[in-house]
């Protein structure tokens, strides 16, 4: 993990086979007001590797341990794409215990929309049935075309290829476990808990 400023603790969780790269520009700028922190969550980045429970529930739970080894309180929690299913672990097995405040960045609740015209992560079980080929198959290949409409701009080739180098240090196995599964989870009752509707 890295950290860096005093105060109020944030911590800046990366989204899927992300780690804390992501966020080598908010670290500095929110660290003038706050005590910045960022991890590279179970198999991801230079996590430890393990072959057992890569699924955001532990996640969840991993989020807990750190907070405490940390001795964090009253933690303000900012998760970027899947990085937010992180965050939803953690309140269905915690609730809002010990959070100030949340930041969900691009990811709705659930990984697969039920209905035509639901908020998922995928549109359909046909587009995350591809999307589950290509990470078995063509990750290197898969990651610009994932990464690239998250911007508001078009990428440069460097930026691109800087984005694969880091979503590729976290194994094809792992990757492939947590997307599976993303794809069955859905934590529309905790966002409804932390939204109050």
């Known amino acids: 993990y890295e950290e860096e400023g005093s105060g109020t603790p944030v911590i800046f969780i990366p989204g899927w086979a992300g780690n804390t790269a992501f966020y080598d520009h908010q670290m500095p700028y929110f660290a ?6 960022t991890y590279d969550p179970r198999s991801q980045g230079r996590s430890s590797k393990t072959l057992e ?23 303000a ?6 990085g937010c299913f992180d965050i939803y672990g953690y309140l269905r097995e915690f609730g809002t215990d010990n959070l100030r405040a949340l930041v969900f960045i691009d990811n709705p609740p659930r990984g697969v929309a039920v209905r035509k015209g639901d908020w998922g992560g995928f549109a359909d079980w046909e587009e995350a049935a591809a999307f589950m080929k290509a990470v078995f198959a063509d990750m290197r290949g898969l990651i610009p075309n994932l990464i690239a409409p998250m911007m508001k701009r078009e990428m440069r080739q460097d930026e691109l290829d800087w984005a694969s180098e880091q979503l590729l240090k976290t194994p094809n196995y792992a990757a492939a476990l947590t997307s599976a599964d993303y794809l069955f989870s859905d934590y529309t009752a905790e966002a409804r ?4 509707k």
């Not at 807990?64 to 933690?75: E, S």
């Not at 808990?193 to 109050?196: I, L, P, R, S």
Request: glycine fraction near 8%; avoid cysteine; charged fraction near 25%.
């Open 77 to 82: 929690l900012v998760a970027l794409s899947a």
């Open 193 to 196: 808990m932390v939204d109050g």
């Open 53 to 75: 429970n890569n699924h955001y529930m532990q996640h969840g739970r991993d989020l807990r341990a750190f907070m405490d080894a940390l001795g964090l309180r009253n933690v």
């Open 32 to 37: 003038k007001r706050y005590r910045a922190i």
